[in-house]
């Protein structure tokens, strides 16, 4: 059987999809997670090797939500039937919103990331998309080297090929890595850090945040997902530093993310991840409440990449292990 059939074969009627995607955060604790990456994108494990651990701790339904990128589902698909574990198609689309756009609410730029669920791999409208976004993706980290070359911290393309596993996949973490081996920093993650009183990573400086890389506009991304057969549901929205900006209040967060979720609802969003590794309890319970008055469906997820993030960040384990700073936010991978 040919890779592009198996993976029709193992796609789910959408009225089958959005029940398991519905029930997600209401089964048992540990039973599910939507929200894994793997080797293909910036994480630390081969799909194989990510379905084995979700096995080992109970997880019955499983997506693996690469950074746009699909390469590892057939692999991910193939070990979860061996493993009886249902798995969902999944993807994490990078967009935003332009702040010129007119109905954007907030006239500012907006980062978002999208998860798509049991979606068609092969639609090609898709995967042309994807394509375009790893060329964009090229163009940034070619601007990115060569402002840290200037900076007197340049990394060889070797040294990152070093780091970036068997993807073609190369991301800020991928870079991040390179530095901490050549350099000798403690934690790669460290070049995400902005930490009061102290001097904040590379990433974080404003020159560095500066050089960004063309993401799809959030409507076209919700629309490929929906064109494509799957879910579009809005990723960590916690984490979305501009609705966090300025005067910091739950209730302000929340007042500034039902404005944003009306806009995407009117771009065809069909849910949104409330229970989250880096939600506390207070703020996924809030989610879950608007998810339900907004008539989204509420997904779960931990967002697990590596060993590093352990215990934080664990296979199925998804919420009221991890208080986000207020600072916290998606960054430009």
């Known amino acids: ?110 980062s978002i990331h999208l998860l798509g669920y049991g979606f068609d791999p092969a639609d090609q409208p898709l995967v042309e998309a994807i394509a375009q976004m790893k060329l964009w993706r090229e163009d940034r980290n070619r601007r990115l080297l060569q402002y840290l ?34 350099y000798g920093l403690k934690n790669w993650k460290d070049a995400f850090a902005e930490r009061a009183g102290e001097t904040p990573g590379i990433f974080k400086r404003p020159e560095v945040k500066a050089i960004r890389r063309k993401k799809l506009p959030a409507e076209k991304a919700i629309k490929l997902i929906l064109g494509a057969g799957g879910v579009p549901v809005l990723a960590h929205p916690y984490k979305i530093g501009a609705l966090k900006e300025g005067a910091w209040r739950l209730e302000s967060f929340l007042e500034r993310l039902e404005r944003l979720l009306e806009v995407l609802k009117k771009y065809g969003l069909m849910g949104m991840e409330c229970r ?36 934080l960040k664990k296979i199925g384990k998804i919420s009221g292990c991890f208080i986000a700073g207020e600072n916290g936010e998606v960054y430009d991978d």
């Open 1 to 110: 059987m040919n890779e592009e059939l198996f993976l029709k074969e193992n796609l789910l009627p959408q009225d089958e999809l959005i029940e398991l995607l519905r029930s997600s955060c209401h089964r048992q604790a540990g039973e599910v997670d939507l929200h894994v990456h793997s080797a293909y994108s910036d994480g630390e494990f081969e799909p194989a090797c990510l379905i084995h651990m979700a096995k080992q701790n109970g997880v019955r339904l499983f997506a693996l939500t690469d950074h746009d990128g699909l390469k590892g589902l057939p692999e991910a698909m193939e070990s979860a039937a061996a493993e009886k574990i249902k798995l969902i198609s999944g993807v994490e689309l990078s967009a935003d919103l332009k702040a010129e756009q007119p109905d954007n609410p907030f006239g500012k730029y907006i």
């Open 149 to 182: 070359e200037e900076t007197g911290i340049g990394i060889t393309k070797e040294e990152l090929a070093a780091v970036s596993g068997i993807s073609d996949y190369v991301g800020k973490p991928n870079i991040a890595r390179a530095l901490a081996a050549k």
């Open 276 to 311: 989250y590794s880096e939600h506390p309890d207070e703020v996924a319970e809030a989610l879950l409440e608007m998810a339900e008055r907004l008539d989204l469906i509420a997904t779960c997820g931990s967002d697990f990449h590596d060993l590093e993030a352990l215990p």
